[in-house]
């Protein structure tokens, strides 16, 4: 779209989410909720609060046309200096923020922070989320990235996922989605971005509370001697079949390379850390050198495993 339909169509968006108040913004600040902390804005940024609350998005999508992205933790998306064309969908924790316990079963709205979800399983004494603690994200992203860590990932102990479709001939339907039908793979799932989780139930094993808890001091342990803090995303890359990204970012002599204000980490060759007030497209342009590089070197394509938002596609070659 051009920047004045992109204007209007978004004025038409924002009209529609007039009744939910304040919580719905025009030309809202997206890649300062995203942990790299770069980044621009979305044409319209809206908290859902409620069911009714899905039915005006439904809506807004619908009167505007315009694409939607569900922003979780932001910890595995890079958005655009430029922005993020759309609408932006962020989840009201005090909605969607609960976890109850009912025997083996752990029901959690999307927006439970995973550490949170995996101390509060251990609490419950179960046991299947303990790695969740090292993940940073929220349970509606994980479910859409299927993600994992130490030996684990979600689909091993998902039952299903409660999903609202934003656009299509189901558009605004709350329903439950088994978990065989989400198409879990590494770091992947057949959720679209016009498909917002709302919340995600769990079975789970019988577990002790005291050794959960020192499984989750173990990981919290490796996470902070492994892994760089500051601004970045995790993992940029896909690990290739029967590879490492991080091995072969290494390997080709790739740590510490820097572009503008994004540096490949010392500390972990597969994370990008940008600096304090730093650009996204920085980032983006190491991301697609260090693929460049690897490729050179060992004839193997880097996919990126952070979702790139608001960049334009890359043109054939
Ligand atoms: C330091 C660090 C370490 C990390 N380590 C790991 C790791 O070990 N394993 C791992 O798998 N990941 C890791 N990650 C990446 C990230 O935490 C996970 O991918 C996490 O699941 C993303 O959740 P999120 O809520 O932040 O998603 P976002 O970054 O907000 O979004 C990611 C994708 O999910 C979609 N999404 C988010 N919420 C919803 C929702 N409610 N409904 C539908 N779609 C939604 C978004 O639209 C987007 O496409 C790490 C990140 C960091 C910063």
Request: proline share 4%; net charge neutral.
């Amino acid at each position: 779209m051009r920047n004045a339909e992109l204007r209007s169509a978004a004025r038409r968006a924002f009209d529609v989410l007039a009744p939910l108040g304040d919580r719905a913004v025009l030309g809202g600040s997206i890649g300062a909720l995203s942990t790299y902390r770069v980044g621009g804005s979305a044409e319209v940024v809206v908290t859902v609060a409620s069911d009714s609350d899905l039915l005006k998005l439904v809506e807004a999508v619908e009167a505007s046309g315009l694409p939607t992205l569900v922003v979780g933790r932001g910890s595995n998306m890079l958005v655009a200096d430029g922005g993020f064309g759309g609408i932006a969908v962020l989840l009201d924790s005090s909605v969607f923020g609960l976890v109850e316990v009912d025997g083996a079963r752990l029901c959690a709205g999307a927006a439970v922070a995973l550490p949170a979800l995996a101390r509060r399983s251990v609490e419950a004494g179960l046991t299947g989320l303990e790695w969740a603690v090292g993940v940073p994200g929220s349970v509606g992203g994980a479910v859409r990235m299927n993600a994992g860590g130490h030996g684990s990932e979600i689909s091993q102990t998902l039952e299903a996922a409660t999903v609202c479709d934003l656009t299509g001939p189901q558009a605004g339907q709350v329903r439950e989605i088994k978990v065989d039908r989400l198409a879990l793979s590494y770091r992947s799932s057949a959720l679209t971005d016009s498909q917002l989780v709302t919340a995600a139930r769990f079975g789970l094993g019988p577990g002790d509370p005291r050794e959960g808890r020192s499984v989750i001091a173990g990981i919290v342990r490796w996470r902070r001697e492994n892994q760089p803090g500051g601004q970045n995303a995790g993992s940029v890359f896909k690990n290739p079949p029967g590879d490492s990204a991080g091995r072969l970012i290494d390997l080709a002599g790739l740590k510490g390379l820097r572009i503008g204000t994004a540096t490949v980490s010392a500390k972990h060759a597969n994370f990008i850390q940008a600096d304090d007030g730093g650009s996204a497209d920085d980032v983006a342009a190491l991301i697609a050198l260090v693929q460049r590089c690897v490729h050179e070197r060992f004839s193997i394509d880097l996919h990126p495993e952070v979702k790139m938002i608001g960049f334009l596609p890359e043109a054939p070659s």
